[in-house]
């Protein structure tokens, strides 16, 4: 049987652009990450993959790759399901200010501490900790069992939220996550054991 659950960050969105912490603010994707998402649909596609249910968070940027991944399938009627425990992490008070901005107001230490470390929370917002206090118990209760019985899981949701989970399936650790960056638009290709560890990996590039 396989087993197996593919991540994909959303394509490049209008905050990502303009370079500003987004968190659970709501714009849409530019031109390149629609044309991001659609390259991660046709790699799926080269790579003979195709999926029995989808997650995805309730922010548009996500769901709209989903949906633009889903097309070039050919398969847009896939089961979904939309949560915000798959939601990006809630940045807060630096929700919208520019990451440069930020750097020169509080310094490259700290703005670097808010934004990778592990349980640092930037102000009124969550640390990666907090994030994976909330996508974990929604991965074990809702799309670990899909995979398990053998239905193929694409999962399309945000930086932080998936760092939360690839920090659980490749057993990264407080002092090894901060290392970890996810591009935006590159499928990661997971197929786990009967007992939900990994048995293999992939990133799959365009
Ligand atoms: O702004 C955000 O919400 C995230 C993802 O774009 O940023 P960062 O990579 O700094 O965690």
């Not at 195709?50 to 709209?64: C, E, I, K």
């Not at 399938?73 to 520019?98: I, K, M, Q, S």
């Not at 700290?110 to 470390?117: A, E, F, G, M, N």
Request: aromatic share 6%.
């Amino acid at each position: 049987m396989d087993r197996i659950l593919v991540l994909v960050r959303h394509g490049q969105s209008e905050w990502n652009l303009k370079n500003l912490f987004t968190g659970w603010k709501d714009p849409g994707l530019t031109e390149k990450g629609v044309e991001e998402a659609r390259a991660a649909g046709r790699s799926l596609k080269a790579r003979g993959l195709n999926f029995d249910r989808a997650f995805t968070s309730n922010l548009v940027r996500a769901q709209h790759t989903l949906k633009l991944i889903l097309s070039e399938l050919g398969a847009p009627d896939v089961p979904t399901a939309r949560d915000l425990a798959l939601n990006e992490r809630d940045y807060g008070d630096l929700c919208g200010l520019n990451k440069d901005d930020a750097r020169e107001k509080w310094g490259d230490e700290q703005v670097h501490l808010w934004r990778r470390s592990y349980d640092v929370q930037p102000p009124g917002g969550e640390s990666l900790k907090d994030t994976v206090a909330r996508v974990l118990p929604y991965y074990i209760q809702a799309i670990l069992p899909a995979v398990l019985r053998g239905e193929r899981v694409l999962v399309a949701a945000h930086g932080n939220s998936l760092r939360a989970l690839v920090m659980v399936l490749d057993g990264l650790t407080p002092q090894t996550i901060p290392s970890l960056e996810l591009a935006t638009g590159l499928p990661l290709v997971y197929r786990l054991k009967p007992d939900s560890t990994v048995e293999t990996k992939e990133i799959l590039h365009p």
